[in-house]
């Protein structure tokens, strides 16, 4: 299957810093990512659509000045979290998939954002 | 996307089949059934999907009803690393497709 990667695994990090999280498709070129977020015990909900070379598409209540979404190429995009709080702290996760009607996603192991 | 509901627990003992439903009678006939699932503290895995006929691969077996309204996901032989929620998704093809999560089912493999 199409191998999605993001980096860091893991970020400690004062409140008040903005922090950077990349999502790379390894195998395949994705025109389209998505970022979602998930706090403990919860599932995964969808933060935005990341489109290649476009603004990205926020889902109702995420703050877009908060969350920037950047998707320069391909193969690459980024979440950076503005000014991070500790209520930002959760486990970020990207997913993509090859072009194609009848492709699945993949998902990226995840980020796990802690802000002191 | 339509609706899925799902139990929210299951167990099964090592070595046996492990048979997750999903229930999504609101499916529209261009929607598939994805099945994906999370080990603790990991992105999920995809496992399978299908439109209508029934699906097999490596990890499992994708059984969906004539009506389209459920679905069955079949791990022949669980183990202890199959432990993990699993989420049943419908969604219209591709990935420029968004995935909507729900609760999911929480399956524990035992000894």
């Known amino acids: 299957g199409a191998v999605v990667s993001q980096h860091p695994s893991r970020v400690i990090c004062k409140s008040g810093t903005s922090v950077k999280i990349e999502c790379r498709s390894l195998d395949f070129q994705a025109t389209t990512m998505f970022w979602y977020r998930q706090f403990p015990k919860q599932s995964l909900m969808l933060m935005a659509t990341s489109n290649e070379g476009s603004k990205a598409t926020y889902e109702q209540g995420v703050e877009k000045d908060k969350f920037l979404i950047n998707h320069a190429s391909l193969t690459l995009s980024t979440l950076t979290v503005t000014s991070a709080h500790p209520e930002d702290s959760s486990f970020y996760i990207c997913s993509g998939g090859r072009q194609g009607a009848n492709q699945p996603q993949h998902f990226g192991d995840g980020t796990r954002l802690s802000i002191l | 996307d339509a609706k899925t509901t799902q139990p929210p627990s299951m167990d099964c003992a090592e070595g046996r089949a492990a048979n997750l439903p999903c229930n999504h009678s609101t499916i529209s006939g261009n929607e598939y059934v994805y099945w994906y699932r999370q080990i603790h503290s990991q992105g999920p895995q995809y496992i399978i999907h299908g439109l209508k006929n029934n699906e097999t691969n490596e990890m499992a077996s994708l059984i969906i009803t004539e009506d389209r309204k459920s679905s069955t996901l079949i791990l022949p032989h669980a183990t202890l690393r199959d432990t993990a929620v699993y989420y049943c998704?419908?969604?219209?093809?591709?990935?420029?497709?968004?995935?909507?999560f729900g609760t999911g089912t929480r399956l524990q493999v035992t000894l």
């Open positions: 998704i419908v969604s219209v093809a591709g990935t420029a497709s968004k995935l909507t």
